[in-house]
Every structure is written in structure tokens, then in C-alpha cells.
């Protein structure tokens, strides 16, 4: 253990031996959690990657992740930001298959000799997160379980599969297939073929609320967007 992580962790111990001898106990075990996720938050760093590609299909394996954010690039580069505890170029991973781009990443599993750190720190307070760039018109497929995802209007079509999270698209530029079983989706819509089906969740179309399916059709636009979800809310805009 670094001489860092030590005095991180004698700091903490020796705070919460304080709190608990306190008058407050609850709110100083309250204080006392927040504080360590403050420190977990302050102690992240980025490793990027940076490269080409000849394939216009890209798919990304959101597994380990908090979040991820989607943002156009300004050249043919990918540029990949991965934010994390101790986070390097190993644990960005890309595979170029017979057809596609493969991007995933493998975060270490968090471990501690600590006793108060394996009592308060679980995995999900060491959050990871990545921000990918990527140029305009890629064929972009996004798979996962629990993971917010937030799209800065990309201009390119998008496919995500999810188990349940937060999704904000801003402007949906392209085509756009989305299945997820729970969760909200934010975004504004130009003209487009719209299908949107919530069995047990909210369809709110600019300040409508519609029951279990709401559709638009524009034929004289190619573009499609499809929204299927189980329990998932759905908050649409029109520009």
C-alpha cells in the first residue's frame, strides 16, 4: 500500500473513531460516508486512447462502467477518456473484428487490507466513467446492464442495449434503436419516424402523457427512431 493510501486510511480510522464516540452517532455515520465518497471522487485520474479505424460499426461493452458520454469529434480520430481510481491505457480495450470496432474495458476490482475501507467502500462508490469521441456517421452500438448514458448529440445512428439506467440523447440526429428494461430517456426530436412503446412506464410527448405506445410517421423522412422498454420512462421533445 502507498504511503498516500495509508495516511488515507489511518485519517479515516482514527475519524471514525471520533464520530462514533460522538453524541450525533447517526449523523456523524452519515457525515463519515459522504466524506469517503468525496475522497474516492477526488482520487480519480484518466487514461485516453487515441486511434483510427476503417470500420463505420463500432460497438461498446459498457461492463464496469458508471457512465458514458458520446461526443462528436472533430477529426477521423476515436478518442477515448477513461476516468477512474488508477486507470491506464491497459484498461481500455479495442479489438478490430472482421466487420467492426470493439471497445470495452476491464476495471480492477477494488481491494482493500483495510478494515474500515471494506466496511463503507463497495464497487459502486469507485466509480468509473469514459467519455469516447468519435466522427460523424459511425454505426454505433452501445450494450450494458446498469449504466447512465448521456449522448452530446452525436451525429451518427445509435443502438443501445441496456438493463436499466438514466439515457440523455440531447438532439437525436440519426436513426436510433433503443431497448432497455428500466429507466428514463431524455431527448428532442427533428422530423422523424417515431415509435415508442413503455408497457408499465411514462410517454410524455413535448407535455402529453400517452399510454403504453405513441407513433409519428413521416414518409417523406428515412429517418427512424424506436423506443422499447418495459418499465422505462420516456420524455421526448420536438425542435
Not at 428500466?182 to 413503455?198: R, W
Amino acid at each position: 500500500m502507498t504511503t498516500t493510501k495509508k495516511m488515507f486510511a489511518e485519517l479515516l480510522l482514527k475519524l471514525e473513531c471520533i464520530l462514533i464516540k460522538s453524541n450525533t452517532h447517526f449523523l456523524g455515520k452519515t457525515f463519515f460516508f459522504f466524506f469517503l465518497i468525496s475522497i474516492v471522487a477526488f482520487s480519480q485520474k484518466k487514461a485516453t486512447k487515441k486511434f483510427t479505424t476503417t470500420f463505420k460499426e463500432i460497438t461498446i461493452s459498457t461492463e464496469g462502467l458508471d457512465d458514458l458520454v458520446l461526443e462528436n469529434s472533430a477529426s477521423e480520430f476515436i478518442e477515448i477518456f477513461l476516468f477512474a481510481e488508477n486507470p491506464n491505457k491497459q484498461h481500455i480495450v479495442v479489438e478490430e473484428k472482421s466487420t467492426e470496432t470493439e471497445i470495452k474495458f476491464k476495471i480492477p476490482v477494488f481491494k482493500s487490507e483495510e478494515a474500515v475501507f471494506r466496511k463503507y467502500i463497495t464497487k459502486r462508490l469507485k466509480r468509473a466513467s469514459a467519455t469516447i469521441k468519435l466522427p460523424k456517421n459511425q454505426q454505433v452500438s452501445i450494450f450494458g446492464d446498469n449504466i447512465n448514458i448521456t449522448s452530446n448529440s452525436y451525429n451518427g445512428n445509435l443502438v443501445i442495449y441496456i438493463e436499466n439506467g438514466i439515457v440523455k440523447l440531447d438532439t437525436i440526429q440519426q436513426n436510433l434503436e433503443l431497448k432497455m428494461y428500466a429507466g428514463s430517456l431524455f431527448g428532442a426530436l427533428k422530423k422523424t419516424n417515431l415509435n415508442v412503446v413503455s408497457n408499465l412506464g411514462k410517454i410524455k410527448i413535448d407535455a402529453i402523457f400517452y399510454q403504453n405506445i405513441y407513433q409519428e410517421k413521416e414518409m417523406t423522412m428515412p429517418k427512424k427512431v424506436s423506443i422499447t422498454t418495459i418499465k422505462g420512462n420516456i420524455f421526448l421533445t420536438h425542435q
